[in-house]
């Protein structure tokens, strides 16, 4: 059966308003309410989806009586308040990746939701990419055997990590880019326990404009069943480089088949000299552009497609319908982030880390 909701979302920066306009265009969002740090996004981001309410209020927004359910879209930091003060309301949320930056203040968060019985999930919008679905139904399938290997690399470019890093400097592209891989593979395989995690870095280019974080960086995975994991990642490309979010490759070895999914983009390259807006970036043109390759998806003659797109629709259609919601909840995710602090720890200890972390 369906129902009408209230939607509350906190944080109108680009993904609390591109969530907020796919929201509005939802059959069973009857009521929008917008909060921000800066009052006058919020009543930017306010006219662009016909929200009844907006201000820089987010507990005001999240307690509203006809607010149902609440999107935390804060910066990667900031989760946490929203997060706790829907919780304590009752309400079900969506939080944008990665849960927290700390296991400490995700552990609250997944403490303060099992014990209201709240349900969260957490933005993990590669799942929603229509060939990671195709490739979960064939896993799910069983028709390349029983997962026994996977890796997975990213490349980005250093622009895109400066401007991450800048909002806060711990969301580096292990925590806050690789973590997108690191839940991807973990949901392909069932999410099975991780037990070791030995890594590697170079830094160069990032650490000379005053950030901590590596370059490049390599990790193996093995997790208890002995399923051994590649992943890689690097966003340190040049400035100009055509992606324009992940530019990525996922491979799935298993004793019945294989799986390799080519998401670069390389095949759809359109070079313009009127020059195309970045995704990321507000205010930027680049000349030359892989099409497709922006993480959230894209607008074409006047709709957003995409993952972003499909996993927001997904999340409402859940709270609206009762539809299946392929989202991971506030503990997976929590191990998902464990995961990449220990990519992280192993590169600064140039050892082997074992799990759980302490």
């Known amino acids: 059966m369906s ?3 209230g939607l509350g979302i906190v944080g109108c920066g680009r993904i609390g308003a591109l969530r907020a306009r796919l929201a509005a265009r939802h059959a069973g969002v009857r009521f929008i309410a917008l909060s921000d740090a800066d009052a006058a996004s919020a009543a930017r981001v306010a006219g662009l ?4 309410v907006h201000g820089s209020d987010n507990r005001a927004v999240i307690e509203h009586p006809e607010v149902d359910a609440v999107i935390v879209a804060t910066p990667e930091g900031e989760h946490l308040a929203p997060l706790l003060a829907a919780i304590a309301c009752g309400k079900p949320v969506l939080v944008e990746k990665p849960v927290a930056l700390t296991l400490a203040e995700a552990d609250r968060a997944i403490a303060a ?19 990671y679905l195709l490739a ?14 996977a890796s997975a690399r990213v490349y980005n470019s250093r622009a895109q990590a400066l401007a991450m890093m800048g909002r806060n400097p711990h969301a580096t592209p292990v925590v806050d880019a690789l973590t997108y891989y690191v839940d991807l593979i973990g949901w392909f395989l069932g999410h099975p326990q991780l037990v070791e995690v030995y890594a590697r870095g170079q830094k160069g280019v990032l650490a000379a404009a005053g950030h901590a974080a590596d370059d490049v960086d390599y990790a193996l995975l093995t997790y208890a069943d002995g399923t051994v994991v590649n992943l890689a990642v690097s966003y340190a490309l040049p400035s100009q480089y055509p992606a324009q979010g992940h530019a990525a490759r996922v491979e799935l070895i298993g004793d019945a088949g294989v799986m390799i999914l080519d998401d670069d983009h ?11 807006p970045h995704v990321y970036l507000p ?6 552009v892989f099409l497709q390759s922006g993480t959230p998806g894209d607008w074409a003659l006047g709709e957003f497609w995409g993952p ?14 009762g539809s299946p919601c392929a989202l991971p909840d506030a503990r997976t995710a929590r191990a ?11 590169v600064a200890q140039r050892s082997a880390v074992t799990l759980p972390l302490a």
Do not use: F, H, P
């Open 113 to 131: 939701a099992e014990a209201a019985k709240v349900d969260v999930r957490v933005g993990y919008s590669r799942r929603y990419k229509d060939r």
């Open 49 to 52: 989806c016909g929200a009844q």
């Open 336 to 346: 998902t982030l464990e995961a990449t602090l220990a990519i992280e720890a192993s």
């Open 308 to 321: 972003i797109a499909n996993e927001t629709r997904a999340w409402l259609d859940w709270l609206v319908l």
């Open 3 to 5: 129902r009408s909701i």
């Open 266 to 276: 390389t095949d759809q390259l359109m070079y313009s000299e009127q020059g195309m």
């Open 283 to 288: 205010g930027e043109q680049v000349n030359m």
């Open 136 to 149: 979960k139904e064939q896993v799910v399938k069983g028709r390349i055997g029983r997962v026994l290997g």
